[in-house]
């Protein structure tokens, strides 16, 4: 992957150069939180920002949209006027989020509604520094190989740009006095050493490798009608996480005028009408089986069919929960380590 460098004072220079790639969003700090926003002053991007309150999804799949407008001629979907975006910010562990995303909508059936958002998103990624939430080293979700068109690492005076895209090519070609292509031994050593001084930073090392297999054995563990039964079902943990995908349809008709649009919301599998059916028979009735649901999906089902845990360590969940179950929480009590409850 090519590499080239920017000084830091340069950042800015770099952001208004790349503006005809898309509007700009990144990270902004709104009380003691994060929020991804869009920028309209460079300024206020907060480059000491880990994780936003709600991740990257918001804007490939928003909170609610309408997905088509139909009257009693036929329907159009409504797919057109998305903007180019470009995100700023990313950390690893979110950009592994949006891997995951990706493979999750371009199964069988390819969803357009993600993919036509998805298509107009360019990614950049920058460096990042664990707190005491991040597991990321956990999940192998520290360091981001793939799935960003640009990745700044911040090594104080100056930021390595990593080329992963000709999107990012064309970025970097945007401005090339601010870039520079010499990378030099020096700065190899500088980013040695940060690798160095991040890595000791990590402080969780729970193993995940083995939770498929102790998700299977668990079944019927009695941790499940324990946590079911302080499970506030507010669905929270699923809002924040970057890797929850879930939604629900429905129309909006408007009676007198045959026509009307069908909607497309977030959803949970921790609220009770999930799993509710037809004639109002619910097949996971209990917080304790909705938890068991969510967990599975992320620890042993999203394993079988796409090889890796649907979690990347981002600590949202860990930092959400008004009842502090969580899926770090819940890792250790699986594999039999104490946990404060
Ligand atoms: S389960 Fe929790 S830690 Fe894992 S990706 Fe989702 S919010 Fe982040
Ligand atoms: S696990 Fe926590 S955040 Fe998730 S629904 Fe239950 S109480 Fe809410």
């Not at 804007?59 to 797919?79: A, H, Q, R, T, V």
Request: aromatic share 12%; glycine share 8%.
């Amino acid at each position: 992957m090519r590499a080239v460098k920017i000084k830091r004072e340069n950042l800015s220079g770099f952001l208004k150069a790349i503006e005809p790639f898309g509007e700009l969003w990144g990270p902004v700090k709104k009380g003691d939180q994060f929020s991804l926003d869009k920028i309209s002053d460079y300024s206020e991007i907060d480059l000491t920002a880990l994780r936003t309150k709600i991740p990257f999804k918001k804007l490939l799949l928003p909170p609610k949209f309408s997905m088509f407008s139909f009257d009693e001629k036929g329907y159009k979907p409504n797919i057109e006027d998305i903007p180019n975006r470009v995100i700023f910010g990313l950390h690893p562990c979110d950009i592994h989020g949006l891997n995951i995303m990706d493979a999750f909508h371009n199964q069988q059936y390819p969803d357009a509604f993600y993919n036509a958002r998805r298509s107009k998103i360019a990614v950049i990624g920058l460096s990042c520094t664990p707190d005491e939430l991040c597991f990321c080293k956990t999940t192998n979700t520290h360091y981001a190989e793939k799935g960003f068109d640009l990745f700044f690492t911040d090594l104080g005076d100056i930021f390595v740009i990593w080329v992963g895209s000709s999107l990012g090519d064309d970025m970097v070609r945007e401005c090339p006095e601010l870039i520079d292509e010499n990378v030099t031994p020096e700065d190899l050593k500088k980013y040695i050493e940060w690798r160095r001084k991040r890595e000791s930073k990590f402080k969780s090392d729970m193993d995940f490798t083995g939770m498929p297999s102790i998700m299977e054995l668990s079944w019927d563990a009695s941790i499940w009608e324990e946590l079911g039964e302080k499970c506030l079902s507010c669905g929270a943990c699923t809002i924040v996480c970057p890797t929850c995908p879930c939604f629900n349809v429905f129309d909006e008709v408007e009676l007198n005028e045959d026509k009307g649009e069908r909607y497309r919301q977030w959803d949970s599998c921790l609220f009770k009408e999930y799993s509710m059916v037809a004639g109002g028979h619910n097949f996971r009735e209990s917080r304790a089986q909705r938890l068991k649901l969510r967990f599975t999906h992320k620890l042993q089902a999203f394993v079988g069919a796409f090889g890796e845990p649907a979690c990347v360590g981002c600590g949202r969940c860990v930092d959400t929960c008004p009842v502090d179950i969580d899926i770090k929480s819940v890792g250790l009590r699986l594999i039999g380590e104490e946990v404060m409850a």
